[in-house]
């Protein structure tokens, strides 16, 4: 597949200094994502994480999930889909590859990690045809914002959502 690429961008970024692996996710790994999952929402509601949405997540073959493990201990996990609406890109021509969800347990933060998922991500879209790639974050979410523009992305919009009861 994309192994080398990957291996090689992973060198590049050093993230091999905490003997760090990463692998694309199988159904074999539903407990370890969905553990991850739930992580990365603690305190705050992001959506339902349980086994059977995780599940159908992995199943979707418009979707990959990536993990890092220290050993045997996964330590960090990326999720990309592909999108066909122009929600955040500059590119009306599609489709988008879209980072939908990235953690890292915090003492392994800092340390490349992320920033390997994220290559993966990018990889596994590229070879699924996108030619831009896109994320999104809640408005206050300062420590993601500073994330994605550390990754690479820029803001291209900002959007706060209103309602009221009839």
Request: charged share 25%; proline share 1%; with cysteine.
């Given at each position: 597949m994309y192994h080398h690429e990957v291996v090689r961008a992973l060198n590049l970024l050093g993230a091999y200094s905490l003997n760090i692996t990463y692998r694309i996710a199988s159904v074999d790994d539903l407990k370890t994502v969905t553990e991850l999952s739930i992580k990365m929402c603690e305190g705050d509601y992001c959506g339902e994480h349980d086994d059977d949405d995780v599940l159908n997540a992995m199943q979707n073959l418009k979707m990959a999930t990536f993990i890092a493990f220290d050993a045997d201990k996964a330590v960090g996990f990326s999720r990309v889909d592909i999108r066909h609406e122009?929600?955040?890109?500059?590119?009306?021509?599609?489709?988008?590859?879209?980072?939908?969800?990235?953690?890292?347990?915090?003492?392994?933060?800092?340390?490349?990690?992320?920033?390997?998922?994220?290559?993966?991500?990018?990889?596994?879209?590229?070879?699924?045809?996108?030619?831009?790639?896109?994320?999104?974050?809640?408005?206050?979410?300062?420590?993601?914002?500073?994330?994605?523009?550390?990754?690479?992305?820029?803001?291209?919009h900002r959007l706060i959502h209103f309602s009221k009861k009839l």
């Open positions: 122009s929600i955040w890109t500059e590119s009306d021509i599609g489709p988008w590859g879209h980072l939908d969800g990235i953690f890292v347990l915090s003492e392994y933060r800092n340390q490349d990690i992320a920033q390997a998922l994220v290559t993966m991500c990018e990889d596994w879209a590229r070879e699924n045809g996108c030619v831009e790639f896109g994320s999104d974050c809640d408005f206050d979410n300062d420590m993601s914002l500073v994330f994605h523009l550390k990754a690479g992305f820029k803001v291209t």
